[in-house]
């Protein structure tokens, strides 16, 4: 989607400028200047600038026809005013993506929206036009997308900058959408790899990938042990960003990268296995935010760490009731091969604290289908040892709409992990299924050192469209890491 600025609107005739003109209105507050047929249709229409609403009207001026769009924002004195901008921009977009437009001259002259509220709509709208059509050859012409271009006219002072800034967080967010999105013959470990490191070239931000040689070295056999069925070896791939003072120690993002999850031998069930693809969400999730904090030019030290596996059985496989012996020297007992997860991050965060002796440690995870039991799709599930932390994961999560809902975590819980013969399973009883497995990965968490793990199951694909993506693959996670480090992390 390409986006520019104009200070003026050029008169209907200029061929430079796109025939559907729209217009952000408040509730209950259609524009003074609106024509009396735009009025009396907007109102017959029911329109009255509720967030997301439409309407749509045609004129002709000075022998050209326009298309015209009022697109309503909400309260102007909304505590959500910027959520409310987003809606507005992303409900353009699902209204003329494939209307046969290929522009929309977007009018925000009159001094009613500041900067960051132009740069709100201007992501909403961006967000919302993201589609995933690499493989789909047969779409009929009105199934095709056409918007391409928007050309923002009158914006106020700051907004072209403030935008700037912004696209970043959108091209991090399309990383993501497009990693979570792409079939597992396409992204598995190496690929995974290697698109991320594409999308990096050029930013500053340097890359570290670790191979099963280096891993085997490193003890990490409870990574190990989850590849060990699959032809597709394991990588773990490390993303630095040191923007900000040289004695601060960096705070460190670790993804699960699952790139595609049968169960292993704990086969799942057939149905609905295709959607195992996006259990890579959370390393998504690390790469698109840390590929917009490297291009915004971030004054933090960020690092985000991805652990790289595809969990599939086979003559090699890991079977229930192995045991592995995890970096950190603890021992796990394998009771189900598919709770791999939990096992691929406990050696990639023991790996973060020996490398890099981090400030404070946040994975996310597609970790549990009973985090989807407790929250459905509406929050992700989080779990900390710290409070200071925990409340500024829940506002950034708020500010940026990647809402997280805490959870517990208390020895009571804990005790449901242990094990007979080794140090501890790797799954608890059928109940409080979210809690123990962040249990689990606490075990491995190291003097007291910050740490948050964000359960984003729910989160990383939509069966239906929402405010600010289409059906599939939503981003989650980048918005909410990205706001973190601008809210906690920068000067």
């Known amino acids: 989607m390409q986006i520019t600025f104009r200070p003026t609107a050029p008169g209907a005739a200029d061929s430079s400028t796109p025939r559907l003109l729209a217009r952000i209105v408040d509730q209950d507050n259609l524009p003074g200047d609106l024509p009396r047929t735009d009025a009396e249709g907007a109102a017959a229409a029911r329109f009255s600038g509720k967030t997301g609403q439409v309407f749509e009207s045609f004129a002709e001026r000075d022998g050209h026809l326009v298309r015209q769009a009022l697109v309503g924002a909400g309260k102007a004195d909304a ?22 437009e290929s522009g929309i001259a977007l009018d925000v002259s009159g001094g009613r929206l500041g900067a960051a509220e132009v740069a709100s709509v201007l992501l909403g ?12 050859t047969r779409l009929k012409d009105d199934q095709k997308r056409t918007l391409t271009q928007v050309v923002v006219i009158g914006a106020p002072a700051g907004a072209e900058q403030t935008w700037q800034t912004e696209q970043k967080l959108a091209e991090g967010v399309e990383l993501t959408r497009n990693l979570v999105a792409e079939p597992a013959n396409i992204i598995y ?4 790899v290697e698109r991320v490191s594409q999308a990096l070239e050029g930013t500053g931000a340097e890359i570290v990938v670790l191979d099963e040689d280096a891993m085997r070295q490193l003890g990490m056999g409870a990574l190990l042990g989850v590849s060990q069925g699959s032809a597709k070896p394991a990588r773990l791939l490390a993303i630095k960003w040191m923007g900000g003072a040289k004695a601060a120690k960096p705070t460190v993002f670790v993804g699960k990268g699952v790139t595609f999850d049968t169960g292993g031998i704990s086969l799942k069930p057939p149905a609905g296995m295709e959607d195992m693809k996006w259990d890579m969400g959370g390393a998504g999730a690390v790469a698109g935010a840390m590929l917009s904090i490297a291009k915004r030019k971030a004054k933090a030290n960020v690092i985000g760490v991805c652990g790289l596996v595809e969990n599939m059985p086979g003559g090699n496989a890991q079977r229930p009731g192995d045991i592995v012996t995890t ?7 394998v009771i189900n091969t598919d709770a791999e997860g939990r096992l691929v991050l406990c050696d990639a965060i023991a790996w973060v604290q020996k490398e890099f002796s981090p400030a404070a440690i946040v994975d996310l995870a597609t970790l549990t289908g009973a985090m989807i039991i ?28 990647d809402t997280l809902w805490r959870f517990p975590l208390s020895p009571e819980y804990d005790k449901l ?7 501890m399973k790797n799954v608890g009883p059928r109940y409080a299924g979210s809690i123990t497995a962040a249990q689990f990965i606490q ?40 706001r973190y480090v601008r809210d906690n992390l920068e000067d």
């Open 443 to 482: 075990r491995f968490v190291e003097n007291d050192t910050p740490w948050a793990h964000c359960d984003i199951a729910g989160m990383a694909w939509a069966d239906k469209a929402g405010a600010t993506w289409d059906k599939g693959a939503t981003g989650f996670g980048v918005r909410l890491i990205d």
């Open 125 to 136: 709208l961006r967000l919302r036009a993201w589609r995933h059509d690499a493989y789909r």
């Open 374 to 401: 407790s929250l459905g799709h509406e929050n992700g599930g989080l779990f900390s040892n710290n409070d200071r932390l925990a409340d500024s994961l829940l506002a950034a999560g708020k500010a940026s709409g």
């Open 327 to 333: 970096m950190s020297g603890q021992t796990v007992e």
């Open 189 to 192: 470990p190496e690929s995974f």
């Open 417 to 423: 992990l242990d094990s007979p013969i080794a140090d």
């Open 79 to 100: 505590d959500d005013r910027n959520a409310a901008l987003e809606k507005a921009g992303a409900a353009l977009a699902a209204r003329f993506l494939t209307s046969g």
